[in-house]
């Protein structure tokens, strides 16, 4: 039986999709001041925001199609996340094997040259020619090739980190709480929304973000009763994860016959990943899943190179996501821009649809569209998410190797191997996490090994994790290195540990 529910009041702006371009957009309206609501269907970054390929870049690729001003506005974007997200973003050297029949030496140094200078670079390294004699990794046959940097991330939970953020300026995030109707007027929208136990309360909106990404135009047409206005190509990247390649301290960049290129990265310590494919589908984006044809594909290119094999036998786990790009007419879905697109209509009260977009590009991508959306609400308010750091971020000088050697100072009783994962994890939060425990036992029962209730509790608290998957798959990678029924022995204990009402 549903029961409808009026308690959610009104807001200023309503944002559909708990995603990355969602909760950056969330972020930037709550803290200019609107009042916002957040409404995410499952879980925070349970689709294509945690199935990502993990970088923050500026796309070396996308020079060979003259994308100049997207790969500038990714490259300034790397910048200011690596000092918003310390502890989320890390550096990470590429090595690049030349292979001159695909591409000459000639115009890898030219693109990376475009790629060192394109913008502003801080923190990272430039580009170098070098020798690759005796890498481990690769066949004996690649002796020369390239060196670059970029920046790695935690993607879901940057999108979490974000929609903390949002909270704490606040926003109201309401997860497993799906937009199942909107009506229009010239002041305003009626948002029916349906929570998980059944409810359908009613909110008042001045306005609605659409960042529902690959259903974007799903949900205007069926949801908003609105015509969408651009077409999209929905594009599954999918990417398996084998045993770490012995060696292996660095990524590298394969190419392929097809000019299409593959990324090998350092993965969790102890494994590595290899993606990503690119395949148009036509079916709902919620089940992508992986292809044998994909997994033959990543393995037969990876084996071009690589002096370990890789074999389907090899994979442990694989993950796809739907990307939701704009429909620019090119034949190879590998060649369809990564840029985005912002469409607001103000025929009547405003509606921001959000087309295509890639996690470098998030913060900025919010930024545009609120100042879209505080204009059309006549709400000025400045800029601010450039300078601000996400939580956890608030590391001095974004020097995290100095705040992890502070924290084994003073937390000397927390074992290294998760002293270093709740650095990363959680950046400066770490300490609300631990709050006065002075010793392993004071974080409560081990739920599963190196998982313990604090931290369990903390996730639910703070962070909106409801399940297993939410704990061990999106807000941590842990599921990687735990037993097979992990999952269903931290559901039986969740389900035995309910957070007090407060909470």
């Not at 309401?174 to 229009?184: E, H, K, M, S, V």
């Not at 609605?208 to 015509?227: D, H, K, R, S, Y």
């Not at 292809?291 to 694989?318: M, Q």
């Not at 919010?366 to 400045?382: I, K, T």
Request: glycine share 6%.
């Amino acid at each position: 039986m549903t029961m409808h529910d009026p308690s959610l009041g009104d807001c200023d702006l309503l944002v559909v999709g708990g995603g990355i371009n969602g909760a950056g957009i969330a972020r930037d309206a709550a803290g200019r001041g609107l009042r916002v609501v957040l409404c995410e269907r499952d879980d925070l970054a349970a689709h294509t925001s945690s199935a990502s390929t993990k970088l923050i870049h500026g796309g070396l690729r996308y020079l060979e199609r003259y994308e100049f001003g997207l790969v500038r506005k990714s490259l300034r974007e790397r910048e200011v996340l690596i000092e918003a997200a310390p502890h989320l973003i890390r550096p990470l050297r590429f090595v690049l094997p030349q292979a001159p029949h695909l591409r000459p030496a000639w115009m890898m140094r030219i693109g990376l040259w475009l790629y060192d200078h394109l913008a502003r670079r801080r923190r990272l390294p430039a580009s170098a020619a070098i020798t690759l004699a005796g890498d481990a990794v690769l066949q004996p046959q690649f002796t020369r090739g390239f060196a670059y940097s970029d920046g790695w991330c935690d993607d879901a939970r940057l999108v979490v980190a974000a929609a903390r953020d949002a909270a704490e300026r606040g926003a109201r995030v309401l997860t497993r709480t799906r937009c199942a109707q909107l009506r229009r007027s010239a002041t305003g929208w009626t948002a029916e929304l349906e929570t998980a136990d059944g409810r359908r309360p009613i909110l008042q909106a001045r306005a609605v973000a659409n960042a529902t990404g690959p259903w974007v135009a799903a949900f205007l047409q069926q949801i908003a009763q609105q015509p969408s206005r651009h077409a999209l190509r929905l594009v599954r990247g999918s990417h398996i994860v084998v045993p770490r390649r012995p060696g292996q301290e660095t990524a590298y960049v394969l190419q392929s016959e097809d000019r299409r290129i593959v990324f090998v990265l350092p993965y969790e310590d102890a494994f590595t990943l290899i993606g990503t494919t690119d395949v148009d589908v036509a079916d709902d984006p919620a089940a992508a899943r992986i292809s044998p044809a994909e997994i033959d594909y990543l393995c037969t290119l990876a084996n071009r190179y690589l002096r370990l094999p890789v074999t389907a036998g090899d994979v442990v786990w694989s993950f796809a996501g739907v990307r939701p790009l704009l429909q620019d007419g090119a034949d190879d879905p590998a060649a369809t821009s990564r840029d985005y697109l912002l469409d607001l209509d103000t025929d009547a009260a405003p509606l921001l649809s959000v087309y295509g977009g890639k996690i470098t590009t998030f913060r900025r991508l919010g930024e545009e569209a609120v100042d879209e959306l505080c204009r059309a609400l006549r709400h000025p308010a400045p800029a601010w998410t450039r300078t601000a750091p996400l939580p956890g971020g608030d590391i001095p000088g974004a020097d995290f190797a100095h705040f992890l050697q502070q924290l084994a100072q003073h937390r000397a009783w927390l074992p290294p191997a998760l002293r270093e994962r709740y650095a990363h994890a959680y950046g400066s939060r770490a300490l609300r996490l631990l709050g006065d425990a002075r010793r392993l036992q004071d974080l409560g029962e081990e739920v599963l090994p190196q998982l313990f209730a604090a931290e369990i509790d903390y996730l639910r608290r703070e962070e909106w994790a409801q399940t297993a998957d939410d704990v061990l798959w999106r807000r941590s990678k842990l599921g990687l290195h735990l037993p097979a029924d992990a999952a269903t022995r931290l559901d039986d204990w969740l389900a035995q540990h309910p957070l007090p009402a407060h909470s």
